[in-house]
């Protein structure tokens, strides 16, 4: 089972082409890049950026009118980006970060308004 989703999904669900750290490199996979994704669904603006072979995820929302910070999710250890929904009007993630002896799970929804729920399970 994939870590990270596909390119390809990404660009479906982001609805936008990344920023790649490495561009010039066509030979490059996508998993071993760093993809920066800019977009908003109508209220919040997202910069999304992954490093899919670090396991690495950084999230930041901030409200489109006022340009204030929501949320700021910066990961470094994350075993699973999962796509929930993909829809025209509904778009989310679900981000696993396993511990020692728990399990942490991040529920997001991008769209039709950013949401965020945080999970902590014990696994010991």
Do not use: W
Request: proline residues 4%; contains cysteine; negative net charge.
């Amino acid at each position: 089972m994939d870590t990270f989703p596909g390119e390809n999904d990404l660009l479906s669900l982001f609805e936008c082409e990344p920023m790649l750290l490495d561009s010039t490199s066509k030979d490059l996979p996508f998993y071993y890049n760093k993809a920066t994704y800019q977009f908003f669904n109508g209220k919040e603006d997202f910069i999304v950026t992954l490093s899919p072979s670090y396991g690495e995820v950084k999230i930041q929302v901030t409200q489109r009118t006022s340009n204030r910070l929501l949320s700021l999710l910066d990961l470094k250890r994350v075993d699973k980006f999962e796509i929930t929904a993909d829809k025209k009007d509904h778009s989310s993630v679900l981000i696993t970060v396993a511990n020692e002896d728990s399990q942490q799970m991040i529920e997001i929804d991008f769209k039709p308004y950013f949401k965020q729920i945080f999970k902590e399970h014990f696994t010991g």
